[in-house]
């Protein structure tokens, strides 16, 4: 095959330290947008990101140049580099040092997408650590609820 043709799509979860709640509507569009860019730099474009105070979801398709670890690590040195930068009061912000990530079928995206716009709604009934809990035995990944969190 003469050209690389792929279309890797993932769903990445991360909190902020500590769940501590930096995320407000103060920041929360700008630093969105920011991420949003922070991606297509990496020729990885957003298909929708979203979240609340203390954590983000965001689906993007991966470059097959691009490691996973890679774009996460960039993504969120990036981010916290501009909330540094940008937002006096958040001098102490930064993210935990993980994150999950998990494949989404192209017959699912729609669906996923759905869920990431609706986070607002979705943690008025739903805590964080349920909702990770969940997505984790959702795509079959063992995990260890002590090194869930930092």
Wanted: with cysteine.
């Amino acid at each position: 095959m003469g050209h690389t043709h792929s279309n890797i799509l993932v769903h990445a979860v991360f909190s902020t330290k500590g769940r501590v709640p930096w995320i407000d509507e103060s920041i929360r569009p700008d630093l969105y947008a920011y991420m949003g860019g922070s991606l297509r730099g990496m020729k990885a474009p957003v298909l929708s990101l979203n979240g609340i105070a203390d954590h983000v979801h965001v689906l993007f398709r991966l470059p097959p140049v691009v490691s996973l670890s890679d774009a996460m690590r960039d993504l969120k040195a990036n981010a916290s580099k501009w909330v540094h930068e940008k937002c006096p009061g958040h001098g102490d912000f930064s993210w935990q040092e993980g994150y999950a990530a998990f494949s989404v079928s192209a017959s699912q995206l729609p669906v996923v997408q759905a869920y990431i716009e609706s986070q607002e709604a979705h943690h008025k009934k739903t805590s964080f650590k349920d909702e990770l809990i969940a997505l984790l035995q959702k795509h079959g990944m063992e995990y260890d609820e002590r090194y869930l969190f930092d």
